[in-house]
């Protein structure tokens, strides 16, 4: 930064005018890290989704291209992939307008990479002669360039075969940008099935995942896994309904968070991440676009969080009646960070909805967004839109403190926007490595 730069940077912003430029430009500009999606780095091959037919697979168009199409979920799922693609292009593209969140999402996304819709129109074939100019990592690099992402962590799961694979030939970690997360939901809401998994993968766990010798199974199991792919925190998404029964040896889920799950975050130093209030499979025929959102018993979180002050938690919940009373709970207990707008809520009024009442009770103490993106191209219009409605937030609040005479700095504003977009996350990594105890 030259001296003059280093001037603007620290001088006062004087006008509303000048502090709404300020902000848009650091909003946009921000390289942001994206702590929880599904995509994959390269080595992990075919589980790396890319591309206008992927982006047409995408589970959030299936469910909407079942609400016009005449048919059958067997017919549809008998097709192939391209076909699958076509009709879901005809139906939500061509038949009617692209203007639900997930299909206007991928007009932003191919405009943004240079496939202009003024230019390639409606025809499919079009773009995908484009798409197939392209390799995998240059794809990879050009999104992340246009996405401005720096770090994207990934979703990986232990109980996949293909991903085990990879992850034992030693190239899970070959691509510094992509960082890894470890996932239990099969550990902690299908005991049984995992408990057969993990004597599979030579780990001798019994029936009784409240036998002492089986919990110290399960966190070799987890220590093993967290550090082969050197993951960031552990992640697991839970019902609405689940519950946190302290003391309770006949509840499974309590017993394995407080006998392995979460001592083996504390002896790591890994923060746990609890995606609350997901009901899957209410639709089975509509595949991974069959799940539901349910209200949260957030008391589950609340007895984690007070009974582990010392454990890091990430948490989002699902049901929009829940996130007012998410961030008030993250008001009294400093261990919980609250991340993302998700899923059903990654939508434009309801991002703007959550953001601004979480600025208005945790200032910067928040993680504003993740994109949960399937398909690469995804982060270019998940970003985008999140960045807008930050940034249009972010201009009301310091423009009252500019009105109140408080000096306001583009440092002071990098700082912040830095904080929201990856700072906050690094902090929370960092407290989790900070409280690591020598557990046994
Ligand atoms: O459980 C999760 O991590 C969810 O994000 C699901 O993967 C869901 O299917 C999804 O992709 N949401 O965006
Ligand atoms: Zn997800």
Redesign the pocket.
Known sequence: MSANQAQLHNQGISSQSGLEAVIRRMTTEARVIDM?T?LYAEAFSEHLLWGIDELLHY??LTAEFFRHTDLTYDEYWSLDSASRAEAVWQTLFVDRSPISEAASGVLTALNRLGLSPAQYGRDLNAYRAAFAAKSASQQVSDVLEAAKVQRIVM?NDPFDSKERTVWQSGSGKSDPRFDAAL?I?KLLLDWPAAAHDLRGQGYAVEDDASAPATLQEVKRFLQDWAVRMDALYI?V?LPGDARYAAGDASHTLTVLLDGAVIPVCLKLGLPLAL?IG?RRQVNPLLK?AG?MSMRSDLSLLEGIAKRYTNLELLITVLARENQHELAVLSRKFRNITLFGC??FL?TESMIRELTEFRVELLGTSFIPQHS?C?VLEQLINKWEYSRGILADILIHKYGRLLKDGWELTEADISRDVEAYFGGTFLRVLENAKRNRIAAP
């Open positions: 929880h599904h589970h959030y979703t996932r939901d992640m998404s995606m997901v991974l799940d998700w899923w990654h949960d399937r």
